[in-house]
Nanobody, 126 residues
Framework: VQLVESGGGLVQAGGSLRLSCAAS????????IGWFRQSPGKEREGIAC????????DYTDAVEGRFFISYDNAKKQAYLQMNSLKPEDTAVYFC????????????????????WGHGTQVTVSS
């Protein structure tokens, strides 16, 4: 299984970025896919997730209303649209998969990924 993130970079506060995650190496049809991030000196935190077959996404409070997750199951491509970026959004962002999914819907508190990408750096300047 490979999860390859792209789209990170340096952006000014208030700007936008779109992260992509190319998933490959598996034929599963039902799994949870999402994004975690890790800021310097902090633990990794789940920020967005959804089910591969389509479901209402879930977000952590810190990004609710600013970040939007989507997934093209046919292409096995996940996206994270990040708007109104803040300096505190600076982190390494990881694409993750939980397979098999433990629940029928994905919620951040219950997301327990067993596959991780290597991450992409997002830096937001003030």
């Amino acid at each position: 299984v490979q999860l390859v993130e792209s789209g990170g970079g340096l952006v000014q506060a208030g700007g936008s970025l779109r992260l992509s995650c190319a998933a490959s190496g598996f034929t599963w049809d039902d799994y949870a896919i999402g994004w975690f991030r890790q800021s310097p000196g902090k633990e990794r935190e789940g920020i967005a997730c959804m089910m591969s077959r389509g479901s209402a996404p879930d977000y952590t409070d810190a990004v609710e209303g600013r970040f939007f997750i989507s997934y093209d199951n046919a292409k096995k491509q996940a996206y994270l649209q990040m708007n109104s970026l803040k300096p505190e959004d600076t982190a390494v962002y990881f694409c993750v998969v939980e397979e098999p999914p433990r629940f029928r819907t994905c919620t951040i508190p219950n997301l327990d990924p067993n596959y991780w990408g290597h991450g992409t750096q997002v830096t937001v300047s003030s």
